[in-house]
């Protein structure tokens, strides 16, 4: 990224050569970030300002695009992202319909079809969701939601599945795929809407028509730069990340069920999950105080969301599991990361267990 904040200072609209500069380190990573996620063409790769944009222009786009308002089908248990972009859409006459999901968080092929039909434009299902790490069937939703209607586009939010799950436009069976910066160890505040040829966009930014037109604004050059250099290297690192990450969650689980036996994990082996996500509670402590106690034993942990820390209100995503309320009021989620070892797996475990001791 440091060219790009200093002697490579150029507005990449521009004409003279520093701005050309600017312009061939973004095309060079739009044909890396397409090869890499399987877009048929670099053009079919939108860089935004983050996932929350790319999963409002991989909805509103197609749903506003040309003279109709297509309909959208999402999840119970989607980002903020989309769900806030679905309701706005119905607010300007779009049908929306929203899929419930088991006690697991997963939507099932059958249900997101039965929820398709002639009106419906967009369906979007995440890869797996950013609070319980629950891994949904994305590519069988895809075929089950185009046998209902064979126009149907599928976006699919793969925020959080990107940095240890194979990713791509055919793998996953999608026409609009998003990902982000910051969750692959990249910078925040820049993201990519990758696609499948041919689709009409409206914007969701006006301005100077950069990207083609569907995303206006002066790109983030470094931003774009340092998001594909991460995002390769989250993709070389995918097997290291998974054995050490997964042992790391592995010895966590089985070390706090050892020192604290009435700990339940809400996912555990009822589902597949990201290989770094544990969503836990501890019954009869609420998820603030334990938060709290735990940022001062140094660990950093969150519950519900991370965009929406801090509001402590029921997480929908577990009101849509039929989590009771006194039951999600205790459920923390810890993650682990590609700088975590298997041995912080035993010392996330112990300061748990301490600060539970404590409170009781």
Same mark, same amino acid.
């Given at each position: 990224?440091?060219?790009?904040?200093?002697?490579?200072?150029?507005?990449?609209?521009?004409?003279?050569?520093?701005?050309?500069? $600017?312009?061939? %380190?973004?095309?060079? %990573?739009?044909?890396?970030?397409?090869?890499?996620?399987?877009?048929?063409?670099?053009?079919?790769?939108?860089?935004?300002?983050?996932?929350?944009?790319?999963?409002?222009?991989?909805?509103?786009?197609?749903?506003?695009?040309?003279?109709?308002?297509?309909?959208?089908?999402?999840?119970?248990?989607?980002?903020?992202?989309?769900?806030?972009?679905?309701?706005?859409?119905?607010?300007?006459?779009?049908?929306?319909?929203?899929?419930?999901?088991?006690?697991?968080?997963?939507?099932?092929?059958?249900?997101?079809?039965? $929820?398709?039909?002639?009106?419906?434009?967009?369906?979007?299902?995440?890869?797996?969701?950013?609070?319980?790490?629950?891994?949904?069937?994305?590519?069988?939703?895809?075929?089950?939601?185009?046998?209902?209607?064979?126009?149907?586009?599928?976006?699919?939010?793969?925020?959080?599945?990107?940095?240890?799950?194979?990713?791509?436009?055919?793998?996953?069976?999608?026409?609009?795929?998003?990902?982000?910066?910051?969750?692959?160890?990249?910078?925040?505040?820049?993201?990519?809407?990758?696609?499948?040829?041919?689709?009409?966009?409206?914007?969701?930014?006006?301005?100077?028509?950069?990207?083609?037109?569907?995303?206006?604004?002066?790109?983030?050059?470094?931003?774009?730069?340092?998001?594909?250099?991460?995002?390769?290297?989250?993709?070389?690192?995918?097997?290291?990340?998974?054995?050490?990450?997964?042992?790391?969650?592995?010895?966590?689980?089985?070390?706090?069920?050892?020192?604290?036996?009435?700990?339940?994990?809400?996912?555990?082996?009822?589902?597949?999950?990201?290989?770094?996500?544990?969503?836990?509670?501890?019954?009869?402590?609420?998820?603030?105080?334990?938060?709290?106690?735990?940022?001062?034993?140094?660990?950093?942990?969150?519950?519900?969301?991370?965009?929406?820390?801090?509001?402590?209100?029921?997480?929908?995503?577990?009101?849509?599991?039929?989590?009771?309320?006194?039951?999600?009021?205790?459920?923390?989620?810890?993650?682990?990361?590609?700088?975590?070892?298997?041995?912080?797996?035993?010392?996330?475990?112990?300061?748990?267990?301490?600060?539970?001791?404590?409170?009781?």
């Amino acid at each position: 990224m440091a060219p790009y904040l200093d002697a490579d200072f150029g507005n990449p609209s521009g004409l003279h050569a520093p701005s050309r500069r $600017a312009k061939d %380190a973004i095309e060079s %990573a739009r044909e890396r970030l397409a090869a890499l996620l399987g877009a048929a063409h670099p053009l079919d790769v939108v860089f935004t300002g983050g996932g929350t944009e790319s999963d409002n222009l991989g909805l509103a786009g197609p749903c506003l695009a040309g003279s109709g308002r297509g309909g959208v089908v999402i999840s119970a248990v989607e980002h903020e992202a989309v769900i806030e972009t679905a309701r706005f859409l119905g607010r300007l006459g779009c049908p929306v319909r929203v899929v419930p999901v088991d006690r697991f968080g997963r939507a099932t092929p059958g249900d997101v079809a039965a $929820a398709v039909d002639e009106s419906t434009r967009v369906v979007s299902v995440m890869a797996a969701n950013n609070e319980t790490g629950v891994i949904q069937p994305v590519a069988e939703i895809a075929a089950a939601a185009r046998e209902a209607n064979p126009a149907v586009l599928v976006h699919t939010d793969a925020v959080q599945a990107m940095v240890s799950l194979p990713v791509n436009l055919g793998l996953l069976g999608v026409d609009l795929l998003t990902v982000a910066s910051h969750k692959v160890g990249g910078p925040k505040g820049v993201g990519a809407l990758v696609m499948r040829p041919g689709i009409e966009l409206e914007p969701v930014i006006h301005g100077g028509g950069q990207e083609l037109g569907r995303r206006s604004g002066t790109h983030d050059v470094a931003g774009i730069v340092g998001m594909v250099a991460a995002a390769e290297a989250a993709v070389f690192d995918r097997d290291r990340f998974g054995r050490d990450v997964g042992e790391a969650r592995s010895r966590f689980e089985a070390k706090l069920t050892a020192a604290v036996p009435d700990v339940v994990f809400t996912i555990g082996a009822g589902a597949d999950r990201l290989v770094q996500h544990s969503h836990f509670r501890v019954p009869g402590i609420s998820a603030e105080t334990l938060l709290i106690r735990l940022d001062g034993a140094g660990v950093a942990a969150s519950a519900g969301s991370a965009c929406q820390s801090g509001a402590l209100e029921m997480s929908h995503v577990l009101a849509a599991m039929d989590l009771p309320a006194e039951e999600a009021a205790e459920c923390v989620r810890i993650t682990f990361g590609w700088t975590t070892s298997p041995h912080d797996g035993d010392s996330a475990a112990a300061a748990v267990a301490t600060v539970v001791g404590d409170l009781r």
